[in-house]
């Protein structure tokens, strides 16, 4: 059995995956079709200065099978609503490379444990400091440390631009 990318219309991964997955119990093919997968990651968002989780694919439109190729099992797989083609060279669906696809699945399983953090925020932004000590001080951003949730930001004290580092949590972009 060999990992294969397919493609499907944008916003039917998991629906495509849900009927696979079904059509795979109902014709008890689970030995020619092993596993069915759309990645995702749990991404931290702040949107009016409120922050969620957020679940997003790593491969919108896709959705990677683990199977083995036989005309019935392609027929299968392709005749799902919402799938429009396997990932293809020369007519043939091209199984996808072992590091490529370890990668893949090492990203999907360590996702439990890390959380990314997603921010509208990028260098030279105007931002204020909604909480903490340095509430209500505007700044400029002057980096990002998504992997620690903190952002560095420039705020003048006592009339020099002095760094601080606060929380991404903390900050919301400042309204011009």
Do not use: C
């Not at 439109?61 to 060279?89: A, C, D, H, W």
């Not at 400091?129 to 509430?135: A, H």
């Amino acid at each position: 059995m060999k990992w294969y990318a397919v493609h499907t219309l944008s916003g039917h991964e998991l629906k495509a995956k849900r009927i696979l997955e079904n059509e795979i119990e109902k014709r008890n093919i689970q030995d020619k079709i092993a596993r069915v997968l759309v990645p995702m990651e749990t991404v931290t968002e702040i949107r009016h200065g409120k922050k969620r989780n957020v679940e997003k694919k790593l491969f919108p439109s896709y959705m990677f099978v683990l199977m083995e190729l036989t005309p019935e099992t392609q027929r299968i797989v392709k005749e799902i609503p919402g799938v429009t083609n396997f990932v293809m060279t020369g007519g043939n669906p091209v199984p996808m490379d072992e590091k490529e696809i370890e990668r893949v699945l090492a990203k999907v399983e360590g996702i439990r444990t890390e959380r990314k953090i997603e921010t509208p925020f990028k260098k030279g932004d105007i931002i204020k400091v909604i909480d903490g000590p340095f509430k209500d001080f505007v700044g400029t951003v002057d980096e990002l440390f998504k992997e620690r949730g903190k952002v560095r930001i420039m705020v003048s004290i006592f009339g020099r631009l002095t760094p601080v580092e606060v929380d991404i949590f903390q900050v919301q972009e400042e309204k011009t």
